[in-house]
């Protein structure tokens, strides 16, 4: 792999920098909505309650969020591999300095496992903070190669096995989140608003987060195998032109 031109670290860092700025306003709404409702710590009792219309501006709010970490995505990059790879540092960088900034805003969370609601769509998602901390890792150095790094033109079904373990391992993923909203479901709206998890299914998650980094190995593994190649290359362009000097 060769190192793509220093333009491309350059949209990477504006990215990453957009992202911050983007968490630090995500911070910024949340302790706003938590502050008037009560639940600057979201794990106590009745944690989603039914206050005005939040809940009809609040679901169209995430989703738009989503939108806006795409689309930075889709202007930095040049291809769709580049563009996706930007999107998912954005959104690993949104999500980390998400918690950093709350954290300096209100003083929570208390520990990377403490409790929080992570989505609402479409039930909520229960997790510790560190849950969707190391997902967001695994975005940012996936996103990073496939956005700095070029690799030798292959077909892109190469890599298809790598891509259906991290789909599983998202499956699995969504599942330990919403597992609890999901018991609940056939009891109606207001049970899954009302309940809370007793339990992190840490064995099952860990599983989906090993499935999730199978890219992650993948293109560390051709990085290496191209880096190695390219060193080979070199040597023997070397010995090749100190062969040619001593027969002249």
Same mark, same amino acid.
């Given at each position: 792999m060769k190192i /793509?031109?220093?333009?491309? !670290?350059?949209?990477w860092l504006i990215v990453v920098i957009y992202a911050m700025a983007m968490a630090w306003v995500? &911070?910024?709404?949340?302790?706003?909505?938590? &502050?008037?409702?009560?639940?600057?710590? @979201?794990?106590?009792?009745? @944690?989603?309650?039914?206050?005005?219309g939040f809940a009809s501006v609040e679901l169209p709010r995430e989703f738009a969020t989503m939108v806006m970490l795409f689309a930075v995505g889709c202007l930095a990059g040049k291809t769709w591999r580049a563009r996706i790879g930007y999107a998912v540092v954005a959104f690993g960088v949104w999500? %980390?300095?998400?918690?950093?900034?709350?954290?300096?805003?209100?003083d929570w969370p208390h520990s990377l496992l403490d409790w929080d609601i992570l989505f609402l769509?479409?039930?909520?998602? !229960?997790g510790p903070v560190i849950a969707p901390v190391l997902i967001s890792?695994?975005? %940012?150095?996936?996103?990073?190669?496939?956005?700095?790094?070029?690799?030798?033109?292959? /077909?892109?079904? /190469?890599?298809?096995?790598?891509?259906?373990l991290n789909f599983a391992g998202v499956v699995l993923a969504l599942y330990v989140f919403m597992s609890d909203a999901i018991s609940v479901s056939?009891?109606?709206?207001?049970? %899954?608003?009302?309940?809370? @998890?007793?339990?992190?299914?840490? @064995?099952?998650f860990n599983f989906a987060l090993l499935l999730m980094a199978a890219p992650v190995f993948q293109i560390v593994r051709q990085f290496l195998r191209q880096k190695q190649q390219m060193r080979s290359e070199a040597v023997a362009t070397k010995v090749f032109s100190c062969v040619s000097n001593l027969e002249n």
């Open positions: /793509s031109e220093k333009q491309n !670290w350059n949209r995500e &911070s910024a709404v949340v302790f706003y909505l938590r &502050s008037m409702i009560d639940r600057i710590e @979201p794990y106590q009792p009745n @944690p989603l309650p039914i206050i005005g999500d %980390i300095f998400y918690y950093v900034f709350l954290k300096i805003i209100c769509l479409p039930m909520p998602w !229960w890792l695994l975005m %940012i150095l996936w996103g990073t190669f496939a956005t700095q790094f070029e690799r030798d033109p292959i /077909s892109p079904l /190469s890599n298809w096995r790598a891509w259906i056939l009891r109606g709206l207001d049970a %899954i608003r009302t309940a809370l @998890p007793e339990k992190f299914n840490w @064995p099952l």
